[in-house]
Nanobody
């Protein structure tokens, strides 16, 4: 019964900023691993940022220094603050959750949101 809903996507000019949010619910473990992924048509799915059950955050190489992921434990909301956006950031952005520790990459996350589109163009 885990449920995730993304919001905040839209269109922005290069160099602009945008903030995405993911409201998650229905988990039963005391800790969860949550992450942002993105995928553009023809591209592989890419992990953007991940926060483990202890709060440690990691970023994908292409967004490090530009994006900031955080979570509000009281509201169960995962946020992705994106700055200095480039055309290459255009993609469908998804949030994902795994109960307990972060999953092995070959297994993957168990729960996914529906996605929110981010388009960066002039």
């Amino acid at each position: 019964h885990v449920h995730l809903v993304e919001s905040g996507g839209g269109s922005v000019q290069p160099g602009g900023s945008l903030t995405l949010a993911c409201k998650y619910s229905g988990y039963t473990y005391s800790g969860v691993c949550v992450a942002w992924f993105r995928q553009a048509p023809g591209n592989k799915r890419e992990e953007v940022a991940k926060i483990d059950k202890d709060g440690t955050t990691t970023y994908g190489r292409s967004v490090k220094g530009r994006f900031t992921a955080s979570k509000d434990n009281a509201k169960d909301i995962l946020t992705l603050r994106m700055t200095s956006l480039m055309a290459e950031d255009t993609a469908m952005y998804y949030c994902a959750l795994e109960e307990g520790g972060c999953p092995d990459p070959i297994v993957g996350f168990g729960y996914w949101g529906q996605g929110t589109q981010v388009t960066v163009s002039s």
